[in-house]
């Protein structure tokens, strides 16, 4: 079965530019984060969905960032326009409700 | 808001020897989950044990086992028989049970333990 599939595993991009990042989670698995990790940092939750419906989003800075979830499957995470302290790793997971997560390998996105 | 603390920021052991890692958290709920995660520096993170928290039992996962102290919010990951391959970041984790409404299995990290299996 496959994993927590993320796109791109990388992205530079210059400050104010846009930037989206896509994940696909298990199959059948109704939860997904999207998470922040600052280097040597643990993962902080910017948002939480249960199928399409964005559950938890309070931690997300929703002057420059958003995310959608078409279709309670696939999601889309999007910064526009970056800065520099975006720089990151974003990292998505999928679960069943009461779970463990599953994890991506991230997108490290470097701001310049 | 949960809290999740993990102390070591750093921790070594000797390969084949055992370590314990930190975790306590904070929650005035009953009804939830730990976990531990590993996080070699491919950035690949690895669930390495999970607990229920009705569950009295430590949970074991062949070398890896937790110490659950529920009365005092510690859970706790020993590591026996060290290998080199168990080199990486360690994260604790709790979820919220079912029955927390719109907070239901939110999931909250502590900062980590960077553990380094010396030869």
């Known amino acids: 079965e496959a994993g927590v599939v993320q796109s791109p595993r990388y992205k530079i991009i210059e400050k104010k530019q846009p930037v989206a990042f896509w994940c696909n989670p298990i199959s059948g698995h109704n939860t997904l984060y999207w998470y922040l990790q600052n280097l040597g940092q643990g993962p902080e939750l910017l948002i939480r969905?249960?199928?399409?419906?964005?559950?938890?989003d309070s931690q997300l800075p929703k002057d420059r960032f958003s995310a959608e979830r078409l279709k309670g499957v696939d999601s889309t995470l999007k910064i526009q326009p970056a800065e520099l302290g975006d720089s990151a790793v974003y990292l998505c997971a999928s679960s069943l409700q009461g779970g463990e997560a599953f994890f991506g390998q991230g997108t490290r996105l470097t701001v310049v | 808001a949960q809290t999740v603390t993990q102390s070591q920021p750093e921790m070594s052991v000797q390969e084949a020897e055992t370590v314990t890692l930190s975790c306590t958290y904070d929650?005035?709920?009953?009804?939830?989950?730990l976990f531990w995660y590993k996080q070699p520096p491919s950035r690949q993170m690895i669930l390495v044990i999970r607990?229920?928290?009705?569950?009295?039992q430590n949970a074991t996962e062949n070398r890896f086992s937790v110490n659950f102290q529920k009365a005092a919010k510690s859970f706790s990951l020993k590591i026996s028989d060290s290998q080199l391959g168990d080199t990486a970041m360690y994260f604790c984790?709790?979820?919220?049970?079912?029955?927390?409404?719109?907070?239901?299995?939110?999931?909250?990290f502590g900062k980590g333990t960077k553990l380094s299996v010396i030869p």
């Open positions: 607990q229920e928290a009705y569950k009295q």
């Open positions: 929650t005035s709920e009953n009804n939830y989950y």
């Open positions: 984790a709790f979820m919220r049970g079912p029955y927390s409404g719109a907070g239901s299995y939110q999931l909250t």
């Open positions: 969905y249960e199928n399409e419906e964005a559950v938890d």
